[in-house]
């Protein structure tokens, strides 16, 4: 079975541009040097990473991951040290082995389609005589999870992994009446997206650690039937559930997709143009936290698109936002107020060629305050 190598020319890019693209990842604990005492490190299809060291010249360590369904899997060490690496099965067996994934890099690279099961990965040096002061072991694998029955309690509950970041698991509500859970951590302040890809009736529910709901959607659109919530949460654990809108039906077929990410916060003051706070770039996913706390307020965000792209602009919030999206010169390019009927929160979806552009946030009608608000940039 042949697969394209391209992942390489992305540890490759990421070596050159740096490791921030990867969110927060897990920090080794040692001593794992050995299966018997692995680190975890995701659950696949998805994606995980975790930072670790050869702390002592001759230092192995092991890592494991499970994958829910066949697919392809690609795992690879972000680092400019010599690392080698190993994947074994579950019974110890090894399946692939690598030093450099190419001529003068000393990151390492395995790429091997798998069945479902649990895997295991060792990093170390690749002559065993020099130590490795820092490295990332990168998982990734394309495609959703699947839910798998019962999952009908927070107890139950099918794991998502930890955010910020980004899953996905497809599911079903086959018996009228029936709930799906699902479980994730967050391990630093997070603006949690989770929303529902079908045609059919969802409703969906953010809940903390204890069962609380935080956030609730039936429709997120007039005349559409997913379901979307956004929601700026602390560290924890947290749940979402799945069901039927009315419990009176059956749903054959939806994917929850859940995404995390990490924003900066809003600095006083910024209401011009010349203070407006830097998001950074997209291509990318960039958020910030702000309010309009005092009446008549404005709030200055800037961002740079390096080369042409679809970009979206949102607010998340219970106030009534209005948005503004301005090209270097302030030139306006687009206004929104509200994205939808009955939904406060503002949106702006265009095409932008590179360059640098503004995002202003104001109340709506000047005469109020806005509670605490995500501001939301994504290019593809």
């Not at 967050?186 to 204890?210: G, H, P, Q, R």
Request: a negative charge.
């Amino acid at each position: 079975m042949k697969r394209n190598r391209t992942g390489w020319l992305v540890v490759m890019l990421l070596l050159t541009l740096g490791i921030t693209g990867l969110g927060q990842c897990l920090t080794e604990v040692e001593g794992n040097d050995s299966r018997a005492v692995a680190d975890w490190v995701a659950d696949l299809p998805g994606t995980g990473c975790i930072d670790g060291t050869i702390g002592v010249v001759g230092d192995i360590d092991f890592f494991y991951f499970n994958v829910g369904s066949e697919r392809w899997v690609t795992i690879e060490t972000i680092t400019n040290e010599d690392t080698e690496i190993a994947l074994f099965d579950s019974d110890g067996n090894l399946s692939a082995q690598n030093d450099d994934i190419a001529l003068d890099v000393y990151s390492s690279g395995i790429e091997q389609y798998l069945m479902a099961g649990q895997y295991f990965v060792a990093v170390w040096e690749h002559n065993d005589d020099n130590v490795i002061y820092s490295y990332t072991l990168s998982l990734s694998a394309d495609g959703c999870l699947e839910e798998f029955e019962d999952n009908n309690s927070l107890a139950l509950a099918d794991y998502l992994g930890t955010f910020p970041g980004e899953a996905c698991i497809t599911g079903t509500v086959g018996i009228v009446g029936d709930t799906d859970f699902f479980a994730l951590d967050v391990l630093d302040w997070t603006v949690l997206t989770v929303s529902t890809i079908t045609t059919e009736d969802t409703e969906i529910a953010l809940l903390d650690e204890y069962g609380d709901v935080l956030a609730v959607n039936d429709d997120y659109v007039v005349g559409e039937y997913w379901s979307w919530i956004s929601r700026e949460v602390p560290p924890g654990t947290y749940y979402v559930m799945v069901w039927e809108h009315g419990d009176d039906n059956v749903i054959y077929d939806y994917t929850l997709v859940v995404s995390g990410t990490s924003c900066v916060s809003e600095i006083e003051p910024n209401d011009d143009y010349t203070l407006a706070d830097t998001m950074g770039d997209v291509p990318g996913a960039l958020c910030a936290t702000g309010t309009i706390a005092v009446i008549g307020d404005l709030d200055y965000y800037t961002f740079d698109v390096t080369f042409a792209t679809y970009v979206t602009i949102s607010t998340a919030t219970t106030g009534d936002t209005e948005i503004g999206l301005f090209d270097a010169f302030g030139n306006t390019l687009a206004e929104n107020d509200d994205v939808a009927v009955g939904d406060t929160s503002s949106w702006i979806g265009m095409n932008l060629v590179a360059g640098t552009y503004y995002v202003a946030v104001r109340e709506f009608t000047d005469t109020d305050w806005v509670v605490p608000y995500t501001l939301q940039v994504t290019g593809d």
